[in-house]
């Protein structure tokens, strides 16, 4: 059992149709058709939804999601039409608000890895391979892969858990030319991106997009290379062979399963609200990632 530890009640906006409440985002939609997306600060792992928000999260997503779109366009257009607030939207949903165009989504995450850690640790030490993948002897959690691989996974309803699968699998799934291309505008997203992060002292060890077409054209969706959907880590800190510092919401994670939250992931008991120290800590790394990839102070 998981999911949403409380489900929010969507906002009813006039001149809006609610379409979705996801793990951290509300999706409407507009009488012309347009998508409305908004992030909110709802936080995410493990496949709940936690209790406990973390503020000023929602924007962070959606500023540096708006930073890397800009980066990105001569290898992917993205689905963002607008920033501007629709009519009749709250004042509080400025800043984590994108009107996005409608797509024909690809039901298939798309991750990069250009480092072992995660779950594709977990499988490398089984089988020395990763979604299928091989891989050399001697790498440890943190080690640097020979080169950038791409490794998707089937997208899950929340509460469900996303399932790493074969490259076959995706191309059984989607055909064989959308397969071909998910992967490509992946790996080169990813490499782009790794180079910009490594120049701000930052690594990034993966990342996971979602893609859609707008007819014939493959378009970047959602949001991209956030602390929700990447690891960041601090390059002057890297050291293989451990688990490493980070700018995302690992803290979280390893805060969730340590002995000091009292709680069981095994279990299908919800997981507890986050204390003061740990809301305060996880906003701080949100801010710093922003801050450090973009060279902008946060506002």
């Known amino acids: 059992m998981s999911g949403f530890v409380e489900k929010p009640e969507p906002l009813q906006v006039p001149g ?17 058709g347009d998508l409305v997306m908004v992030a909110s600060d709802r936080m995410s792992a493990y496949d709940w ?11 962070v997503l959606t500023q540096l999601s708006l930073w890397w779109f800009e980066r990105l366009t001569d290898l992917v ?14 004042a509080d949903w400025a800043g984590r608000t994108l009107v996005c165009k409608a797509l024909d ?3 298939v995450e798309c991750v990069a890895r250009g480092y072992l850690t995660g779950s594709g640790l977990a499988e490398y030490n089984e089988a020395r391979t990763v979604c299928g993948l091989a891989l050399p002897e001697g790498l440890v959690d943190g080690s640097e892969l020979p080169a950038p691989i791409f490794t998707p996974a089937t997208k899950a309803a929340v509460g469900d858990h996303d399932e790493n699968v074969s490259y076959e699998e995706v191309a059984h799934q989607v055909g064989a030319e959308t397969a071909a291309l998910l992967r490509q505008k992946t790996l080169a997203v990813y490499g782009r991106a790794r180079d910009i992060a490594r120049e701000r002292g930052i690594i990034l060890a993966d990342t996971k997009f979602e893609f859609g077409f707008a007819g014939d054209e493959l378009v970047i969706a959602d949001e991209v290379l956030t602390p929700d959907s990447s ?11 451990r688990a490493q510092p980070s700018y995302d919401k690992q803290y979280v994670r390893d805060w969730l399963t340590s002995s000091a939250s009292g709680w069981d992931r095994r279990s299908e008991q919800p997981p507890p609200a986050l204390p003061d120290e740990v809301v305060a800590a996880t906003r701080a790394k949100y801010v710093e990632a922003y801050e450090r990839l973009t060279g902008t102070a946060w506002t």
């Open 16 to 32: 809006l149709t609610h379409l979705h409440t996801g793990k951290v985002r509300d999706l409407y939609e507009t009488e012309s």
């Open 77 to 90: 257009p993205n689905h963002v039409l607008s920033t501007d607030l629709p009519a009749g939207a709250p």
């Open 49 to 59: 939804v936690l209790p406990t928000e973390i503020p000023d999260k929602g924007r």
């Open 105 to 107: 989504m690809v039901p």
């Open 231 to 241: 690891r960041f880590w601090p390059a002057d800190q890297w050291q293989p062979g």
